[in-house]
């Protein structure tokens, strides 16, 4: 199962939609936006990283639970990652001088685009588990 988690490609699928988006946007940024701009949006980026990250890690140890801990993990810890990804927000926007438009705009747009990347490997991964469950009940018979 192990092995399995490192072959999904997650990480290497993050990392690459990253670069892409940073390569797009550099331009467009550099010109437009001010050093607290940026510094707000690449804050908002890490904050989203690191939530795609432990949202992976979690979705991972829900797809061995059964149904109701799954729903739990999944639903729950979604919920309760965004919480805290409110809450960070807000304790950025108050105890710091970024820029609150390009912060939140940040984290929106990347949350948005790692909870999409979640989501399907979340359900290539089930999808997996699927296919072994039946040929493993096909081996049996």
Not at 56 to 81: E, Y
Not at 100 to 113: A, D, H, P, Q, R
């Amino acid at each position: 199962m192990n092995n399995n988690l490192k072959n999904s490609g997650f990480y290497k699928f993050v990392a690459y939609t990253s670069l892409l988006v940073i390569v797009l946007a550099s331009y467009p940024v550099y010109k437009y936006f001010n050093t607290v701009q940026i510094n707000s949006i690449i804050c908002g980026y890490f904050i989203s990283l690191l939530n795609a990250f432990i949202g992976f890690k979690l979705n991972t140890i829900a797809l061995s639970r059964s149904t109701k801990s799954f729903m739990v993990l999944v639903f729950g810890g979604m919920g309760i990652r965004l919480l805290i990804v409110m809450l960070l927000l807000v304790i950025l926007i108050y105890l710091t001088n970024l820029d609150s438009l390009s912060l939140t705009g940040s984290v929106f747009f990347f949350y948005t685009l790692f909870i999409t990347i979640e989501i399907y490997f979340l359900h290539k991964k089930q999808m997996q588990n699927t296919n072994q469950k039946i040929e493993s009940a096909a081996a049996e018979n």
